[in-house]
């Protein structure tokens, strides 16, 4: 079944409401630190790589991601378990005026990364009439086994 997409829909499954697995090779030419992002998986979602856990989701159009240092050269098989099973005990709940679809709706990026990489970067700003105040946050994250550092420039306009 082709990524991004419903179950429901591509299958002729239209009510099923429950357990899917999907499964796919990931080759890598050179062992590379890799991150894996999921942009939304309706229901729980359990992502395997090569037999392991290696983690678990709930949410329908929420991103989640796993970073895997240094993968090995070679092909990798990846194995996500969805289920879109709802009770009194999720959100939505089992009676809503809906049909909860089932599926990696939305895409999967496989990203490689570098040593030293910016993990999360988060720009706000207050207004004052014509003029701004703009906070910048970088969180920058280190795979490598020794210390490193880095330069970070900021440019503003076309300069």
């Known amino acids: 079944m082709y990524v991004p997409a419903c179950w429901n829909n591509e299958l002729n499954l239209f009510d099923y409401e429950g357990v899917a697995w999907y499964r796919t ?69 089992e009676h809503v005026d809906w049909f909860h679809y089932g599926g990696i709706i939305r895409p999967v990026e496989l990203q490689r990364l570098p040593d030293l990489y910016i993990e999360q970067l988060k720009i706000d700003y207050e207004l004052h009439d014509a003029d701004a105040d703009v906070f910048i946050q970088v969180r920058i994250r280190s795979l490598s086994q020794t210390k490193l550092s880095t330069a970070l420039t900021l440019i503003e306009g076309d300069r």
Do not use: K, M
């Open 25 to 93: 090779t990931i080759r890598l030419e050179d062992t590379q630190h890799v991150r894996l992002v999921f942009h939304a998986v309706l229901g729980h979602s359990d992502v395997y790589l090569d037999g392991q856990h290696l983690g678990y989701h709930f949410g329908g159009y929420t991103p989640f991601e796993f970073v895997i240092p240094s993968l090995a050269a070679g092909v990798h098989e990846l194995v996500v378990r969805t289920d879109s099973t709802l009770d009194r005990l999720t959100i939505p709940t």
